[in-house]
């Protein structure tokens, strides 16, 4: 399994990006796909998850209403739409796959992991 991240930039305070996680190899291990960020002196904090059918979308506290998770399986793509991002938001956001159909927001339980795209927030 292949997971691409791409989409990050430098944006000012209150707008927006779009992250994209391309995956590639068995769609049997990319059931579960999850976003993590980890900003500088930071430890990684989940961001968001959502299942093979989409139905399943969740998203961390710390974003709720502000980033919505969803997915395109004829595409293998997980999209991460973040709105009215802050300062707060600056990180390299790193996507990551599972085989297993259960929702853990615990970064050790994720397979495999992409190689990350940097969003910086200005204020």
């Known amino acids: 399994v292949q997971l691409q991240a791409s989409g990050g930039g430098l944006v000012q305070a209150g707008g927006s990006l779009r992250l994209s996680c391309a995956a590639s190899?068995?769609?049997?291990?990319?059931?579960?796909m999850g976003w993590f960020r980890q900003a500088p002196g930071k430890e990684r904090e989940f961001v968001g998850a959502i299942n093979w059918s989409g139905g399943r979308a969740y998203v961390a506290d710390s974003v709720k209403g502000r980033f919505t998770i969803s997915r395109d399986n004829a595409k293998n793509t997980v999209y991460l739409q973040m709105n009215m991002l802050t300062p707060e938001d600056t990180a390299v956001y790193s996507c990551?796959?599972?085989?297993?159909?259960?929702?853990?927001?615990?970064?050790?339980?994720?397979?495999?992991w992409g190689q990350g795209t940097l969003v910086t927030v200005s204020s």
């Open positions: 190899g068995n769609p049997d291990r990319f059931y579960y």
């Open positions: 990551a796959s599972r085989g297993v159909s259960v929702l853990t927001t615990d970064p050790g339980s994720y397979e495999y």
